[in-house]
């Protein structure tokens, strides 16, 4: 039962560009989402966060809009840069300490 | 700051076999993690330690995993015997206080293979 769902196994995107990437969820009572950035051989890190109080957050380049009535999120990421090509997991909490992560978007951005 | 440590970074071992990864977290982290990522799938928990209690490891396989946190601080994922299946990477993780709104901080991982 995949309660996290990241459609999209892969996207390319021009540098400079917007990059956009999806995330759905299935269980209503995640109040919380994060996205991790993960490079190869090394450890997912902490992008960007958004609670369910809010509809949208942002860092920089990084936008997170969370779509609660249709269990959806997503993160913008604009300009897009080289540097950003990376596996991308979202994650859900119902407010429990314990994350449900995706299954990743790998993100290539072409110079 | 130093970062999550894990060991070793990568083993091979035949089915049947047993196998222990180990996890520093960074220094002060009350909760640590233990993920299991099988290739082109997301981490899944497989156990989470409040200090050295246990918080929840129902994902846990316990027929053959088995995991401790020695006082409060470093931690050790074992397996006996491996499975096939049992191929991940194994990826630890800590948070501070283990609330909701605080990141977990991620170890390179382990990358376990089992023929």
């Known amino acids: 039962d995949q309660q996290v769902k990241q459609n999209s196994p892969s996207l390319s995107v021009q540098e400079g560009r917007i990059s956009i990437l999806n995330c759905d969820y299935t269980n209503s009572m995640f109040d919380y989402f994060l996205w991790y950035k993960k490079y190869p051989a090394e450890g997912p890190t902490f992008l960007i966060s958004?609670?369910?109080?809010?509809d949208k957050n942002e860092d920089g380049r990084f936008t997170v809009f969370l779509n609660k009535s249709a269990k959806h999120l997503s993160l913008h990421i604009v300009p897009s840069q080289p540097g950003d090509s990376a596996v991308y997991f979202c994650?859900?909490?119902?407010?429990?300490?314990?994350?449900?992560f995706g299954t990743g978007t790998r993100l290539k951005v072409l110079a | 700051e130093a970062g999550v440590a894990q060991s070793p970074r990568y083993k091979i071992i035949e089915k049947r076999q047993s196998v222990a990864f180990w996890c520093n977290p960074i220094?002060?982290?009350?909760?640590l993690y233990w993920y299991q990522q099988i290739l082109g799938q997301g981490p899944k928990l497989l156990i989470q330690?409040?200090?050295?209690?246990?918080?929840?490891d129902s994902q846990l396989p316990k027929d053959r995993f088995s995991a401790e946190r020695l006082k409060g601080v470093d931690s050790t994922l074992k397996i006996q015997p491996a499975k096939l299946e049992d191929s991940a990477v194994y990826l630890c993780?800590?948070?501070?206080?283990?609330?909701?709104?605080?990141?977990?901080?991620f170890g390179q991982g382990t990358r376990l293979t089992v023929v």
């Open positions: 330690f409040q200090n050295n209690g246990v918080v929840d």
């Open positions: 220094s002060g982290h009350a909760t």
């Open positions: 994650a859900a909490s119902p407010g429990t300490y314990k994350y449900i």
């Open positions: 958004i609670s369910s109080i809010k």
């Open positions: 993780a800590s948070s501070s206080t283990g609330e909701v709104n605080t990141e977990a901080f």
